[in-house]
Structure formats: C-alpha cells, structure tokens
C-alpha cells in the first residue's frame, strides 16, 4: 500500500482502579509510547525519546500511577499533552504538575484552559519534544468537545503516531457531545490525510464494542474481521496496534461512501451517514 507523505500545509505559531501498564508500542528505537491503563477502559500514554530519555504524558488522568510509571521508567517530563477537557482525561493535570519535581517547568498543552493547562494550541500549532528529536502538530477536531485535539507526532526517522482522545477509536469515533455529524464528518477526514502508516493511539479500548457495531453495519467486510480478531488476541489492549490506513479498511464512520454502510443507514449524503450510524450506535 502506498502511504502519505506529508500532512496538509502546516503554520508554526502557538496561541483508576485498573493497575495494569502496557509496553506494547515501541514504534521507533527513538520513539516510544507506553500505554497506561486507568479506570476500567481509559488510556493515558507516557511517550520517551529513548536517546535523551525526555518525554511527555498524555491525558494523565489518575496522576499517582502516571508518576510512578514515569519514575520506574527514568522519564524527564517536559511536556503534557491534553486532548479534550473532559474530567476522565484533563482531571489528574493540576495534580500531576503539582506533585511532579519539576512540574512548574512543564509545559502543559491544550486547546483550551482546561485544569492544569498552561499553553494553548490551535490548529496545525507545532512545538518540539526532547530537543527536537520528536515533533508534534496539533490537529483541532471539534465535536466530542470544541477543543478537541489530535496530537501527531512523528521521530527522526519519520517513524509517525496519533493520539487521538475521544474523537476517533479503533473502528469507531467519540459521541456528540458539544457537535455535529457534520463537525465529526469534518474532524474524521481531516485524520484520514494524515500519513497513512500514522499509528493510533485512542482515549478509550472500546475496540470489542466498536468492531461487532462495525459487523452489524458492514456484515461482508472482511477487516472488520481482522479488527476483531485483533481484540480477540490483544489481552485488553489495543491501541497502538493500527493505523490510519487500517482505520480506512474497517472503521464504518470512515467508510460513509461504502455501499453497505449506506444500505445499513437508508441514507446517501456522507453527514446524514453518519448522523444515523451514530444514532445506531448508541442504541446499540
């Protein structure tokens, strides 16, 4: 499969009581993000530079547990990324900075003044981690929440990941909670034009539900298969283990234009699809 190479013209300016971690993406020897589980189905991700042993937390919702794995793992923090303002995944920032040595330093990015938000990002806003080793663009994708924020990472060696909160799971997207079909049509694309080898990294492992909605609606397709195979062999633990390209193949609210996917909804036009997959999937 051929892949993207490139994102779209970028601009510069900046405005649990699961216990178990993950080490199951290592997507770069430069590059690597450790899913931590908190609550029963939320993701929180510590992402390390292995040459300086810098690195960055992700939505670090149950803060004791993301210290202590940055700890064990030797991590200097310099960055927090948050993807949408919603407690499960901005509650633990104040209380991770608060309680991290050197957590007035870090910076805390967001799209909006969250708790704990320190620095503001907007679309296609880019900064750096680990001096330069890593670089990250953010990608406003309103409609689980109008801040919500996709953060794309990519390494030296061009090694790429995406974390994407609650606005796009493994076969499947956030609700509507602040937006429209349209918004999530809108959001879902921009996504699809990132690099297509970009490795996902969600806000939730709701892959099991996800995928048997995505067989309901598209019943021939055989990925969806592999997706749930997939969850059947992943021991709880998805994420980070498909790609935007993957997501292409098996994700019905990526597919609007799928002869199936239109059966199953009784609708042509892409945001009338999708504004009846989700009504679909919540009754589901």
Known sequence: MSFLRSLLSSKTSLSAS????FSTSAI???MQIYPVQA???NWMYLVVDEASKEGAVVDPYDWKK???FVKEKGVNVTSLLTTHHHDDH???NEQFLENHPHGSSIKAYAGSFSAGTNTIVKDKSQFELAGGNIKVKSLHTP???QDSICFFLEDGTGKKAVFTGDTLFQGGCGRFFEGTAEEMHAALTYLSKLPQDTIVYNGHEYTAGSAKFGRSVDPDNKDIER???L????????TGKSTIADELTWNVFMRLDAPAVQKATGESEPVKVMAKLREMKNRA
Do not use: F, I, V, W
């Open 18 to 21: 699961a216990s178990r971690t």
């Open 28 to 30: 770069t020897k430069t």
């Open 227 to 229: 997706l749930l195979e």
């Open 39 to 41: 609550r029963s189905d």
């Open 143 to 145: 409609c689980h929440t």
């Open 231 to 238: 969850e059947k062999n992943s021991d709880g633990c998805t």
């Open 66 to 68: 993301m210290l202590k």
């Open 90 to 92: 901005s509650g633990g």
